[in-house]
């Protein structure tokens, strides 16, 4: 089993940057597709960004061009979202989640979420 | 863009009810790729059902899904006081890749 571990809350400047870690510990996620996908208060889960196991393919939304960077560290089965130019919107918790054997699949995994708060 | 509306906002049922969740999408969804999620307070979500109607291992037969095209529906029978929590139904494999409805909350 599968257990994702999230760095710990981040209070934030506005324009300031901020990169969130996501660890996997038991059984090795190297099959996984991991994503970011944010819940600011009262919203929707929001998708944010995905990579492919190996690390070499990602993708991310629309919204978030220019801003957002995925990365995945294979030797020590972590990954990162690193996320640029904070607004106060972008106060939310942030999980990474999961999934196999494809990139579309859905999120069988997920970590305990971190908050993140911009606020001057 | 897809969006996914969940009924009812909240729903409040004993022990022992049946409760029916509705997630209507939009557009018709590609090969029913929509999941179900079961959401309590300060925890992650936990995947239910994939795929409209497969459910995720571990999860107990109570929970089923249904639907095609763009109407979805989770029931989950013989409900327990366990089962209070958020609801999230999404659809996968799309453009944005994953898109999420805004929930619906379940009071046992």
């Known amino acids: 089993q599968v257990h994702l571990v999230q760095s710990g809350a981040e209070v934030k400047k506005p324009g300031a940057s901020v990169k969130v870690s996501c660890k996997a510990s038991?059984?090795?996620?190297?099959?996984?597709?991991m994503s970011w996908v944010r819940q600011a208060p009262g919203q929707r889960f929001e998708w944010m960004g995905l990579?492919?196991?190996?690390?070499?393919?990602?993708t991310h939304a629309q919204k978030f061009q220019g801003r957002v960077s995925v990365t995945r560290d294979t030797s020590t089965g972590t990954v990162y979202l690193e996320l640029s130019s904070l607004r106060s919107e972008d106060t939310a918790v942030y999980y990474c989640?999961?999934?196999?054997?494809?990139?579309?699949?859905?999120?069988?995994?997920w970590g305990q979420g971190t908050l993140v708060t911009v606020s001057s | 863009e897809t969006v996914l509306t969940q009924s009812p906002g909240t729903l409040s049922l004993f022990p022992g009810e049946r409760a029916t969740l509705s997630c209507r999408a939009s557009?018709?969804?590609?090969?029913?790729?929509v999941a179900w999620y079961q959401q309590k307070p300060g925890q992650a979500p936990t995947l239910l059902i994939y795929?409209?109607?497969s459910r995720a291992t571990g999860i107990p037969d109570r929970f089923s899904g249904s639907g095609s095209g763009a109407d979805f529906t989770l029931t989950i029978s013989r409900l327990e006081p366990e089962d209070s929590a958020v609801y999230y139904c999404?659809?996968?494999?799309?453009?944005?890749?994953?898109?999420f409805g805004q929930g619906t909350k379940l009071q046992i």
């Open positions: 557009q018709t969804v590609t090969n029913n790729y």
């Open positions: 795929g409209a109607s």
């Open positions: 990579i492919n196991p190996s690390g070499g393919s990602r």
């Open positions: 999404q659809q996968y494999g799309s453009s944005p890749m994953y898109i």
């Open positions: 038991g059984s090795t996620f190297t099959g996984y597709y």
């Open positions: 989640a999961g999934g196999s054997p494809t990139f579309d699949s859905p999120f069988e995994i």
